[in-house]
């Protein structure tokens, strides 16, 4: 099974600033099958990015995935406030399917 | 628009065998691998298993002993039972379209997402 490590834990950050989080896999990710998902409070995941550096239909270009291999990192250019939610990475290269312990982005 | 409809109990006491449907509407039902996850309290998101809409599943090791999922093609459904039940599987309970592979490439993976179903083991 893929360990999926993500740092930091917790990032506190103002809007309009940067924000970079990590992911490392445990061993390598098939073919850079790896996925960012938001989660808001009360609401299901909403997949961000897939691929490694894909934005998925809808997702404002703010929010860019890029990395290979087993890192892998996930930037917001400008927070706005509505980012501020816990971020996961997943793969899905290999079974099972996993998923990192998430990262809390905090104003 | 591909939406994700599930249902089934919120409270089990432990033993019990936890029972969930989600209804698929929109888009292809063939094709795709359709999935479970999890999400404990305060925790981190699980993936317990999938099916394709062919009948073939696979499942997290972890829950394999306890976990059948199975499909209604014929309503665009799939159901998930889990077996002896106990707290710790006290979860909010996901239904999402999974993987979509064409000549071996996954095209893509957890597109939609079901609204979540919180399920409570306790006695």
């Known amino acids: 099974e893929i360990v999926l490590t993500q740092s930091p834990g917790a990032l506190s950050l103002s809007p309009g600033e940067r924000a970079t989080l990590s992911c490392r896999a445990s061993q390598s990710v098939s073919r850079n099958y790896l996925a960012w998902f938001q989660q808001r409070p009360g609401q299901a995941p909403r997949r961000l990015i897939y691929g490694a550096s894909n934005r998925a239909t809808g997702i404002p270009d703010r929010f860019s995935g890029s990395g290979s291999g087993t890192d892998f990192t996930l930037t917001i250019s400008r927070l706005e406030p509505e980012d501020f939610a816990v971020y996961y990475c997943q793969q899905y290269g290999s079974s099972p399917i996993t998923f990192g312990q998430g990262t809390r982005l905090e104003i | ?123």
């Open chain 2, 1 to 123: 628009q591909v939406q994700l409809q599930q249902w089934g109990a919120g409270l089990l006491k432990p033993s019990e065998t936890l029972s969930l449907t989600c209804a698929v509407f929109g888009g292809s039902f063939s094709g795709y691998q359709w999935t479970w996850i999890r999400q404990s309290p305060g925790k981190g998101l699980e993936w317990i298993g999938e099916i394709h809409h062919s009948g073939s599943t696979n499942y997290n090791p972890s829950l394999k002993s306890r976990v059948t999922i199975s499909v209604d093609t014929s309503k665009n459904q799939f159901s998930l039972k889990l077996s002896s039940v106990t707290a710790a599987d006290t979860a909010v309970y996901y239904c999402a379209r999974g993987s979509w592979v064409v000549r071996g490439v996954v095209i893509t993976n957890l597109d939609y997402w079901g609204q979540g179903a919180l399920v409570t083991v306790s006695s």
